[in-house]
């Protein structure tokens, strides 16, 4: 039978290992002055090493070379074994199958025997927060003095699920995803071994699919490899479910233009040639957390060809960083949503209309990048904050106001209640609005969502404001009503799950209480 490439290329010697120089160098350091602790910890995703790190630990603190730098050799008599899995000293533990408090009795009882082969018994405890809680208590003295022969190495993928009494008692080692580039490297050094064809795209496509698990990476390989044929791009993806870069970018820009009919049928074409929706979900992220990157200054982090780069820079000029926030949120809860499994396409659809739904604040058109986005038009000042209000005028001396913005903030719930018992609707959304500022002869209304700015832009409403200003101050103004994020401070003697308090974070205001 033939093995696995992950297990025939599974690295022999300290500096096979990809990605975890920080703790291949700590451990080194720990054989070379003898100084090995009695427990570790292994944390991090699946496929970064945390197995094979443990067993070369247990061939160096085993091996018989009187160089403890050189340690482990390969060559004596107890690396041999622990290459071949005949080491008797190295006991290996699933705790996903053996996860209850009858299984530790038995290692607790098993431990104190001296070691047969080495010097040292290792024992790895493969994903130990599969132990249960009585197990775990039951480990607990054992893990904190074991006998001096004795060596534990607990590897997890979920640290979290970890007691922290456990966590206590044990040097702790956190595992790094690898970079894509080092698991290219690795894959170039495995199909030249074996003679494998394959296109560096395609490698490339492997090593991201693999999410930083070098184990992964191998594994999908060896599936490729199956197929006989040249590992192309275009077979990567089609045997992987991943769609092509192309897809990813229409769909961006059919969100830009607004176009949902063009991002329906581009999701779809992708899934009728065989995309996993929850792959392109996840492509789709991947793609704006780049953009994300950029907009933030962390360009040389962005993994991808010349040409991607070159539309992500055109694409993060077109969109806000709001915008791309919020639809990474969208469609990675698409990528992990399962309620599309009867309709797979689903929950994709779903993340497109909701991100199409809500209008986005990116520019026009990406075929024209080099125009310069236009300025945010609205400076929005708080109806208490009188000073922040005529800072702002004092920087815009060309720009006469009609009114003193000051002077409509002071004058805004006279104004209000001075509406007669027939307006009363309208008085309650005047104390509704949150900003204020005055630009010209504009006043601008700030209001926290959409309803209560449909509710109080109307003609006859926008009539009655102009009429309180122009009856106030004598001057003729327009009115503007605009969105913004202000939200209310709920006071302490308000409930802060109750009516009132949702009605203060939508914009509302308190204006009288009763005991």
Not at 137 to 145: F, I, V
Not at 257 to 282: C, N, Q, V, W
Not at 338 to 359: F, H, I, K, M
């Amino acid at each position: 039978m033939t093995q696995a490439l992950y297990r025939k290329y599974r690295p022999q010697e300290w500096q096979a290992v990809l990605g975890q120089d920080h703790i291949v160098t700590t451990l080194r350091n720990a054989i070379a002055a003898d100084r090995v602790a009695h427990a570790y910890l292994f944390a991090g995703s699946r496929g970064t090493g945390k197995t094979t790190l443990a067993r070369l630990l247990a061939k160096a603190v085993n091996c018989t070379n009187p160089d403890p730098t050189k340690r482990p050799d390969n060559e004596c008599e107890n690396c041999k074994a622990v290459n071949e899995n005949r080491f008797l000293d190295l006991i290996e533990i699933d705790a996903a199958s053996n996860n209850g408090v009858e299984d530790v009795r038995d290692l607790r009882d098993k431990i104190n025997f001296s070691p047969s082969q080495g010097k040292y018994k290792i024992y790895i405890v493969d994903e130990v927060h599969m132990l249960s809680t009585p197990a775990f208590n039951a480990l607990l003295k054992t893990l904190e003095e074991p006998p001096p022969h004795a060596i534990f190495v607990l590897a997890t993928t979920e640290i979290h699920k970890i007691p922290a009494t456990v966590l206590s008692r044990c040097q702790r080692h956190e595992f790094r995803r690898v970079p894509v580039d080092e698991i290219v490297t690795n894959l170039k050094h495995i199909i030249q071994a074996e003679n494998i064809q394959a296109d560096d795209d395609a490698l490339i496509q492997i090593a991201r699919q693999s999410a930083g698990g070098m184990r992964d990476a191998q594994s999908l390989l060896d599936q490729l490899s199956s197929t006989g044929d040249k590992i192309t791009l275009a077979l990567a993806q089609t045997v992987l479910g991943t769609a092509t870069s192309q897809t990813v970018l229409d769909t961006l820009t059919s969100i830009m233009d607004h176009d949902p009919a063009r991002g329906l049928e581009t999701i779809h074409k992708a899934l009728d040639a065989g995309a996993d929706p929850r792959s392109l979900a996840r492509q789709i992220v991947e793609y704006l957390r780049g953009l994300m990157l950029i907009q933030m200054g962390n360009a040389n982090q962005v993994e991808a060809t010349a040409d991607v780069k070159k539309q992500m820079q055109a694409h993060a000029k077109s969109f806000t960083t709001s915008d791309v926030l919020r639809m990474m949120k969208t469609f990675n809860n698409a990528a992990v949503d399962l309620r599309g499994g009867w309709q797979p396409s689903l929950s994709l659809e779903l993340a497109l209309a909701e991100v199409l739904d809500t209008p986005t604040e990116s520019v026009s058109q990406i075929t024209a990048p080099s125009q310069p986005k236009p300025k945010p038009a609205v400076l929005y000042q708080e109806t208490e904050s009188k000073p922040q209000a005529e800072k702002e005028s004092a920087s815009h001396p060309t720009e006469k106001s009609a009114v003193s913005a000051g002077d409509v903030i002071k004058a805004w719930k006279h104004m209000s209640s001075a509406l007669p018992k027939s307006q009363a609707n309208l008085s309650a959304l005047m104390n509704s609005v949150r900003m204020i500022d005055v630009h010209g002869s504009t006043l601008i209304l700030g209001l926290a969502s959409d309803v209560l700015v449909s509710k109080i832009d109307k003609p006859d409403q926008i009539e009655a404001i102009q009429k309180l200003i122009k009856d106030e101050f004598g001057a003729d103004v327009s009115v503007r009503c605009v969105v913004t994020n202000a939200k209310g401070k709920i006071p302490a003697n308000v409930a802060q799950d109750g009516m009132v308090a949702t009605a203060i974070q939508h914009g509302g205001e308190i204006v009288d209480t009763q005991d």
